[in-house]
């Protein structure tokens, strides 16, 4: 039996299920590959200053990072890119890698740098969730960390001062933003049906920037136009993160348990030529990895033969 997960993670509000874009990452990877994960908020601990966030914990496994937790969940069988092409993969990382050069800044100044964001909506917000006195440290450490990390990824010369740097980050976030609409077009997800590791990534970079109540943001403003991003997030939140909806559906493992279960209910009432087909069942290997289906709304296709079925009925 596999060992219970547990995930670290800063909490939601905003109609997000995490707020800060790292947790929400693996969140959304974790219900997009099937993966069976207790959260577990560190709001209102002595781990809102000691903790790095997300931190996934599987038996005597700690793992931190996004790309290590993901990594980890494959390895684990959850693998939400087991359908890509190569060049597929190829495409991800590449997608991935300009989230980070391009968005990343302009996401870190908005909610830490932004003088107004942060005093309306990014202190009141982390300081209301850390206990007395971690309250007053906590929002000032991550703004710290904010601004040295925009300085050394944006910092070059001559721009040495964030007044210097402000004008280019939101620049290329901008057309980083206008890069994922355009690739992601009419459809649901960046790939296909299905959505992917990208779309984890994609989600926890927009998603904040969608629904955070910022008194000023010309990237949110920005953000908004892109009326396909902004759908996404919402087919994502409303898919996978509603509580109107089995997130995540059950694994093909299971229904065909489930199914198999039937049929030994039946073997037992009926001829040795049922108990034959059970047998048979039983023995076929299962291969593909624990994921959700495309629909989660939908039922998920009966893994027996017509004829069997009709048994069943």
């Not at 914990?57 to 700690?62: F, K, M, R």
């Not at 997030?233 to 065909?256: A, E």
């Not at 039937?262 to 001829?271: C, D, F, G, R, W």
Request: glycine share 4%.
């Amino acid at each position: 039996m596999a060992a219970a997960m547990e995930l670290r993670c800063w909490g939601g509000d905003w109609g997000l299920p995490s707020v800060h874009t790292e947790s929400l990452i693996v969140l959304a990877y974790a219900k997009f590959s099937g993966a069976k994960v207790t959260v577990s908020p560190i709001d209102w601990t002595w781990k809102t200053l000691t903790a790095t966030v997300p931190e996934l914990l599987c038996g005597d496994s700690a793992v931190q990072e996004p790309t290590q937790i993901l990594n980890f969940l494959r390895k684990q069988r959850f693998n939400a890119d087991y359908d890509l092409t190569a060049r597929q993969g190829a495409d991800t990382m590449a997608y991935i890698a300009l989230l980070e050069e391009k968005l990343r800044p302009a996401l870190l100044h908005t909610f830490w740098v932004d003088a107004e964001n942060y005093a309306n909506l990014t202190r009141p917000w982390f300081a209301s969730r850390s206990p007395f006195p971690l309250n007053f440290l906590v929002p000032c450490r991550h703004a710290n960390t904010a601004l040295s990390r925009i300085l050394l990824m944006k910092g070059e010369a001559p721009l040495h001062r964030i007044s210097e740097v402000e004008g280019k980050i939101y620049s290329d976030a901008k057309e980083c933003l206008n890069l994922l609409s355009y690739r992601l077009g009419t459809a649901n997800y960046f790939f296909g049906n299905l959505p992917t590791s990208l779309d984890a990534f994609v989600f926890g970079f927009v998603a904040p920037l969608c629904k955070a109540n910022l008194p000023s943001s010309p990237l949110q403003s920005h953000v908004r136009q892109l009326e396909n991003l902004t759908r996404f997030c919402d087919t994502v939140l409303d898919v996978y993160f509603s509580s109107d909806h089995p997130c995540p559906p059950p694994p093909v493992q299971d229904t065909k348990d489930a199914n198999l279960q039937k049929l030994t209910q039946l073997v037992n009432k009926e001829s040795n030529l049922i108990e034959k087909m059970d047998d048979n069942l039983r023995s076929s290997p299962q291969h593909k990895p624990h994921r959700p289906e495309p629909k989660p709304s939908l039922p998920p296709k009966n893994p027996l033969s017509p004829w069997i079925h009709s048994l069943l009925d």
